[in-house]
């Protein structure tokens, strides 16, 4: 069937209409919501919930080219999934790392904190340019890049409790950087 015939089904309120959508652009529409979320049972959810979204927007719309708005309803459909999941499920490892941060660096609360915030961060890259090669790896993956203590002790080749005590050094070390620069 052509993109026609099957609007033309939705706007009959013919059920056949979800069939012939899912055999016609089942495959596309299950591509775009498996590229954004991980799991395929969600992916699924997400097809389906295309196929009501359909139901419900035809009419009145008349959607051309079909497969761009059903693709474009799956794509938002999977990224609201997706954040909703990511919402309730917070990587545990990553929001760890930040919080150890939190303790030595305010975020920006305003536009108006351009400046300083500016100035902090030259002032922690300037921090961080002294510190020794490895120290500085440990840092970054550990605080940039979120990676767990026990990825950056085996990148290092050291033990967890030596790059835990190392990063607990650094993050003291950066407060009493930043006391002194007048931003903290």
């Known amino acids: 069937m052509d993109d026609k015939e099957i609007l ?3 706007w009959a309120r013919s059920e056949q209409a979800i ?3 899912g055999r016609k652009y ?3 529409v299950g ?3 498996r590229n954004i979320l991980a799991d395929a049972q969600e992916a699924e959810e997400c097809v389906n919930d295309t196929w009501l979204a359909a139901w419900n927007s035809i009419p009145p719309r008349r959607p051309d080219p079909l497969l761009t708005y059903l693709c474009k309803v799956a794509r938002n459909g999977a990224l609201s999934r997706r954040r909703r999941s990511l919402a309730q499920k917070r990587n545990s490892s990553f929001d760890l790392a930040l919080d150890e941060l939190e303790e ?3 975020a920006p609360g305003s536009p108006e ?3 300083e915030t500016r100035e902090l961060a030259a002032a922690v890259n300037g ?3 002294g510190l020794s090669r490895e120290d500085r790896f440990a840092f970054l993956r550990r605080y940039w890049y979120g990676d767990p203590v026990k990825l950056v002790a085996s990148r290092l080749g050291w033990g967890e409790h030596r790059v835990s005590v190392r ?3 650094i993050r003291k070390n950066l407060k009493n950087h930043l006391e002194k620069e007048g931003l903290l």
């Open 127 to 129: 921090f961080l340019a």
């Open 19 to 21: 069939a012939e959508t």
């Open 113 to 115: 904190r351009d400046y």
């Open 31 to 33: 591509r775009v919501a």
């Open 104 to 106: 030595v660096l305010a």
């Open 8 to 10: 033309e089904l939705y």
């Open 26 to 28: 089942g495959a596309a």
């Open 167 to 169: 990063l607990s050094r």
